[in-house]
């Protein structure tokens, strides 16, 4: 169900449509596929940037620069996550553009010049607060049905839900508020465009329902820990993909609990 595409160019802004400029960061990963969607647009407010990207790749942030222009307009994060946001401070410094992030950015060393709010809107885009990959995730949408989605649904994979910021009960919540919008075409955080994307994001959510049934038959058997119930639902032998497969099943497990459906006894969840 999933969608590749080839080797992206680096450090170059690639038009995709008009006024959005794609740059592809060079941190290519197990859960970044090629890297990074960085998103240089054109709004009735100037030119922002989505998502730089990660602070390691230095070619990549001298690209944004180029592309950017003399006088950015700001900077729009979806997310925390170092490989969308970790070369922010550095680019804010070098531009003076405002920082623009969710109300419930993490509190720690670096603070957004300006929050956003679920419904708001800033250039043009309204802001969509949808927790579930992340606590603080924004998807940005145009009215042309151009939806910016971050990780929250990216077209190479699913994306990984782990918790404690990671919430699988709001990220169920917030794929089905995306389906019963009519956005035209996704943006994602990684990988290619998505067209037609509703059928795309219903199977998104029939998959984690199925796993969240695969659970339950597991624990209808017997008590079992995260680990031993990842391992039997996912199977994956990969380490890296077996560890995200953990953390998806803690999300469901933490998500079922807080419906009644399951009790943790030590390492062991069990159903109720």
């Known amino acids: ?8 160019c680096r450090a170059k802004g690639v038009e995709l449509a ?87 950015f993490p509190d720690d060393a670096f603070r957004p010049d300006r929050f956003l709010e679920d419904g708001q809107v800033i250039a043009g885009l309204t802001v969509l607060h949808t927790p579930g990959h992340a606590s603080d995730h924004l998807c940005f949408a145009r009215p042309d049905g151009v939806l910016f989605t971050g990780d929250h649904v990216m077209s190479w994979n699913s994306s990984i839900v782990s918790p404690p910021d990671g919430n699988m009960h709001d990220y169920c919540a917030q794929l089905q508020r995306l389906i019963e919008r009519d956005d035209r075409i996704y943006f994602p955080g990684h990988g290619p465009i998505l067209r037609d994307p509703q059928p795309y994001v219903k199977r998104l959510l029939s998959n984690r329902m199925r796993r969240e049934a695969e659970i339950l038959a597991h624990l209808s058997n017997t008590p079992d820990s995260v680990q031993n119930i990842a391992a039997s639902v996912y199977q994956k032998t990969d380490p890296h993909i077996a560890m995200a497969a953990e953390r998806n099943v803690a999300a469901h497990l933490e998500k079922l609990l807080s419906e009644s459906r399951v009790v943790q006894d030590g390492e062991a969840w069990k159903l109720t």
Do not use: C, Q, W
Request: aromatic share 8%.
């Open 1 to 8: 169900m999933f969608f590749s595409e080839p080797e992206p």
């Open 18 to 104: 008009p006024g959005i400029l794609r740059i592809v960061a060079n941190n290519p990963g197990k859960m970044t596929y090629h890297g990074t969607n960085s998103y240089i647009i054109d709004t009735p407010d100037g030119r922002f940037i989505i998502d730089p990207g990660p602070a390691e790749d230095s070619t990549h942030f001298e690209a944004i620069i180029k592309n950017l222009g003399a006088k950015p307009s700001g900077i729009l994060l979806t997310h925390h996550h170092s490989d969308h946001f970790g070369v922010v401070p550095a680019l804010r410094a070098r531009t003076d553009a405002p920082v623009y992030a969710s109300r419930a």
